[in-house]
């Protein structure tokens, strides 16, 4: 059974630090594009950052130079490290695996940034 586990959200106060994770089972993780999204009420979900099977990776504008996505295949993980947090980035954060039509979703960590 494919599934991702996301951990590491909460509330944190503007200008401060998240790192999130996110653990991969049931599938060959080394193979997959790995991606953050976010999402708040009435939005669409949208990409924050992502790390392709070789490493490449890429990030919203919003969140260049303030964020790092990373992966480590040993572990079947990746992590998105958040730092100068705003309160627009207060969202549902959501892992996601990528294969060719295959897409899984993990259930998604809270992240409040408020003071």
């Known amino acids: 059974q494919v599934q991702l586990v996301e951990s590491g959200g909460g509330l944190v106060q503007p200008g401060g630090s998240l790192r999130l994770s996110c653990a991969a089972s049931?599938?060959?993780?080394?193979?997959?594009?790995m991606g953050w999204y976010r999402q708040t009420p009435g939005k669409q979900r949208e990409l924050v950052a992502g790390?392709?099977?070789?490493?490449?990776?890429n990030y919203a504008d919003s969140v260049k130079g303030r964020f790092t996505i990373s992966r480590d295949n040993a572990k079947n993980m990746v992590y998105l490290q958040m730092n100068s947090l705003k309160p627009e980035d207060t969202a549902v954060y959501f892992c996601?695996?990528?294969?060719?039509?295959?897409?899984?979703w993990g259930q998604g960590t809270q992240v409040t940034v408020s003071s």
């Open positions: 049931g599938l060959t993780f080394r193979v997959y594009d």
């Open positions: 790390i392709s099977s070789g490493g490449s990776t």
């Open positions: 996601n695996a990528g294969l060719l039509h295959l897409s899984v």
